[in-house]
């Protein structure tokens, strides 16, 4: 498949606990993405890190990159009742025009 | 600024029929693509437009067109809808940096 894939698929925490969702692809990436959707709702972007990134922070969001071992993680710190939503990765492979390809999503559950 | 706007938010075909999907990008973004949400497939890209030109699409069936246009507005169309093109329809405008901005999509449900 040329879609990534996100591990776990799902994840419940308590609030204030760490929440950390894994990538994996197979082909190589311009860039990497992290989008967040609630239930029903529209896709919100998280964060874009490039190929010659291996890490980027935002807020409470950090991203790592491997690209040897085509591999992503997101790590939310400090985990909040809203931060409950799905998570998804999405690459850029830079060959094919504006289309992202899409993992299947952490399904995140943060308990208050 | 405005996001993406995505009409009708909501709809309900039955079999055969065909529909119109539209959507509103964020201004001054000259890219749109389209994407298809299912609980089985997950979200599976459609096609994507830029300038009015469709610059990649997706493994559908022909029944699936777009357009888009001058003024970077475009619309999706299914004939002959089947039951399993129920879904959430999701376009989501770029302004070419990589970053995909969605509206809230066009839920779909085929009777």
């Known amino acids: 498949s040329q879609q990534g894939e996100e591990d776990p698929q799902a994840l419940s925490i308590q609030e204030g606990e760490n929440a950390t969702m894994n990538c994996s692809y197979k082909t190589s990436i311009n860039n990497l993405q992290w989008y967040r959707q609630n239930s029903g709702r529209g896709l919100v972007h998280l964060i874009l890190?490039?190929?010659?990134?291996r890490e980027k922070h935002s807020g409470r969001l950090r991203v790592t990159l491997d690209t040897s071992k085509k591999s992503s993680s997101l790590l939310i710190t400090a985990s909040r009742a809203a931060d409950t939503a799905s998570y998804f990765c999405a690459f850029d492979r830079g060959s094919t025009l504006g289309r992202l390809y899409f993992g299947r999503g952490t399904q995140l559950t943060v308990w208050p | 600024k405005a996001g993406v706007t995505q009409t009708p938010r909501y709809l309900i075909k039955t079999r055969g029929q065909q529909v119109t999907l539209s959507c509103s990008p964020i201004s001054g973004h000259r890219s749109v693509s389209w994407y298809q949400q299912t609980p089985g497939q997950g979200l599976q890209f459609l096609f994507e437009?830029?300038?009015?030109?469709?610059?990649n699409k997706g493994n559908f069936p022909g029944r699936f067109s777009g357009r888009q246009f001058s003024n970077s507005r475009s619309e999706m169309n299914v004939s002959t809808l089947e039951l399993g093109d129920s879904a959430l329809y999701l376009c989501?405008?770029?302004?070419?940096?990589?970053?995909?901005?969605f509206g809230e999509g066009s839920r779909l449900t085929v009777l």
């Open positions: 989501a405008s770029s302004p070419y940096t990589g970053e995909l901005f």
């Open positions: 437009y830029f300038s009015e030109t469709q610059r």
């Open positions: 890190i490039r190929s010659n990134e």
